[in-house]
């Protein structure tokens, strides 16, 4: 089991604290409106990106993407790319454990967790996984909407374009022939000024929703857009392959409480 490493710091780590806080997300002026329930959808949905940061931030644009798995229906399973900030544990590491947060306990698919653990890139590792927070912050979310779909954590650490694309074929792989959502965990700009992180998410989100993964990787070192986790969008946009891409929602730290630098935060939505 891994326990929580960020509960009452980035999520309230009370169970019905952490519930009114996800829900107030929904809520929120910069959210979608309303707290969503789980529906028997079309279920044409195939990737996610999500923010990561604590709750409070990025909370409410968070909120769009789980509004939009909400009304499209429950996968299968699930994949979460998330980048590793620690440092710790191996380049491309796979969890095998479920993972609990206040809330509940989100079950790991195993056998397709060892099933990508078994070649390279990817390998069977908790180290990296024992303090990043980028993967656990989304769980809350898909607690919340009663999902009882088993997920498989992955860590990233190397995010060049051609690591990067690797690891998404190793999913795509994977995943074939299952009803499966892959989610990208990141947060874009970093500590920048609200317009030129405005400026420089764009062109960088707008590289997704052409879904041109070498475009993306260009336009992220062009113009020096310092998101935490480009190589897990690269992999979830070669893992899910062709799709429609949407952007739900842009905003920053900045829109959330008045600040100098800020962070910027996209939800985004592919479908089949």
């Known amino acids: 089991m891994r326990v929580p490493a960020v509960a009452g710091q980035f999520y309230e780590d009370e169970p019905a604290a952490l519930r009114r806080q996800v829900e107030a997300c929904y809520t929120h002026p910069l959210g979608p409106g309303k707290v969503p329930v789980l529906e028997d ?14 709750l409070v931030y990025s ?18 399973v699930v994949v979460i790319l998330g980048p590793n900030h620690t440092g710790l544990g191996a380049s491309v590491a796979v969890g095998t454990v479920d993972w609990e947060v206040p809330i509940g306990r989100m079950r790991c698919d195993t056998d397709l967790a060892r099933r990508l653990a078994s070649r390279p890139p990817m390998t069977e590792d ?4 024992r303090f990043e927070h980028s993967i656990e912050v989304q769980l809350p979310f898909l607690l919340h909407l009663g999902l009882k779909a088993p997920f498989v954590p ?8 051609d690591p990067a694309v690797a690891v998404g074929e190793r999913v795509r792989e994977a995943i074939q022939g299952r009803d499966a959502l892959v989610i990208a965990s990141t947060d874009f700009s970093h500590y920048v000024p609200k317009e030129q992180a405005y400026e420089r998410d764009r062109l960088a989100y707008e590289e ?16 020096d857009v310092s998101m935490c986790g480009y190589g897990p969008v690269m992999a979830m946009l070669t893992a899910v392959g062709p ?9 920053t730290s900045g829109d959330v409480s008045p600040m100098r630098e800020v962070v910027g935060y996209a939800s985004m939505a592919l479908y089949a």
């Not at 079309?42 to 990106?49: A, D, E, F, I, Y």
């Not at 909370?59 to 299968?76: C, I, N, Q, S, T």
């Not at 997704?208 to 113009?223: A, N, Y």
């Open 41 to 54: 959808g079309p279920r044409t949905l195939r990737g996610l990106v999500v923010p990561h940061a604590g």
């Open 59 to 76: 909370g409410p644009v968070a909120a769009h993407a789980y509004a939009a798995l909400g009304r499209d229906g429950p996968p299968e």
């Open 126 to 129: 908790m180290v990296a996984h």
């Open 154 to 161: 992955v860590c990233v650490g190397s995010q060049d374009l």
């Open 208 to 223: 997704i929703l052409r879904g041109d993964v070498k475009g993306f990787w260009r336009t992220i070192r062009k113009h």
């Open 243 to 251: 799709v429609r891409p949407q952007l739900l929602k842009y905003a």
